[in-house]
């Protein structure tokens, strides 16, 4: 989650707690905590679904390198070699296993080694006759696939911590946006008593960090502006 959008949030909750526990019966005061809590619950599914395609992303990448780098290091080397062997008597196969660039993208890789499982199909008793080994083909197609299912789940995995990301902000402004309309309540409510007022002013606060973090905003997301306490009222009827 983006810090600016976990500040938000964190704001709105400390809102809530505090609404909770001052609540009031004013049904406009009503109406907008009851809207913040709609939203707060909304971001908890949204937060959750970001954490979930995030971990998943993460855990699917992981496992493809690994299927990669088992593909590469050991089953195309041992095809390379054995076809190798096999152009010697049949110059017809020279060339159609070429070893793929191991610095090539995923894309390109993985096309390479299906080209190479396709044109050892048809010649796979000749292949074994000279070593291949009793179900390497099989093996090899599997950990293919398992290559591909790994970069549908990444992609799927960023599909739903980008898409949850995006709503996250959208969620967190609307926060904001409410808390203020609690702000604007809560001054009248409490502006004779400075104990609660200055409560729901620290409760309120977007906490905004100096320094390097906050030189430029983060991309995608407008800054915020805090919620300032207005100055005390004059009674200009006493002076």
């Given at each position: 989650m983006q810090a600016i959008i976990r500040r938000k949030l964190s704001m709105a909750v400390r809102a809530m707690d505090f609404a909770q526990a001052h609540p009031s019966t004013d049904a406009?005061?009503?109406?907008?905590?009851?809207?913040?809590?709609?939203?707060?619950?909304?971001?908890?599914?949204?937060?959750?679904?970001?954490?979930?395609?995030?971990?998943?992303?993460?855990?699917?990448?992981?496992?493809?390198?690994?299927?990669?780098?088992?593909?590469?290091?050991?089953?195309?080397?041992?095809?390379?070699?054995?076809?190798?062997?096999?152009?010697?008597?049949h110059p017809e196969l020279a060339g159609m296993f070429r070893y793929p660039d191991p610095n090539a993208p995923h894309r390109t890789f993985i096309t390479a080694a299906k080209a190479m499982l396709a044109a050892a199909e048809p010649n796979k008793e000749l292949f074994l006759s000279l070593g291949l080994g009793a179900g390497f083909l099989e093996q090899m197609t599997q950990a293919v696939t398992q290559f591909d299912q790994c970069t549908e789940t990444a992609h799927s995995g960023q599909r739903g911590h980008v898409g949850a990301r995006a709503d996250l902000a959208?969620?967190?402004?609307?926060?904001?946006?409410?808390?203020?309309?609690?702000?604007?309540?809560?001054?009248?409510?409490?502006?004779?008593?400075?104990?609660?007022?200055?409560?729901w002013e620290s409760a309120s606060a977007v906490v905004q960090f100096?320094?390097?973090?906050?030189?430029?905003?983060?991309?995608?997301?407008?800054?915020?502006?805090?919620?300032?306490?207005?100055?005390p009222a004059t009674n200009t009827a006493a002076a």
């Open positions: 406009s005061y009503v109406a907008v905590v009851t809207r913040l809590k709609e939203r707060l619950d909304r971001a908890d599914v949204l937060a959750i679904q970001e954490h979930d395609g995030t971990e998943g992303e993460r855990a699917a990448h992981a496992q493809r390198d690994e299927l990669r780098r088992s593909i590469q290091q050991e089953q195309l080397k041992h095809l390379a070699r054995v076809a190798e062997m096999a152009a010697k008597e959208v969620v967190a402004d609307e926060c904001v946006k409410l808390a203020r309309l609690l702000d604007g309540l809560n001054r009248i409510r409490f502006r004779n008593d400075p104990e609660l007022l200055a409560a100096r320094g390097k973090t906050d030189a430029a905003p983060e991309a995608g997301v407008t800054p915020i502006t805090p919620i300032v306490p207005a100055a």
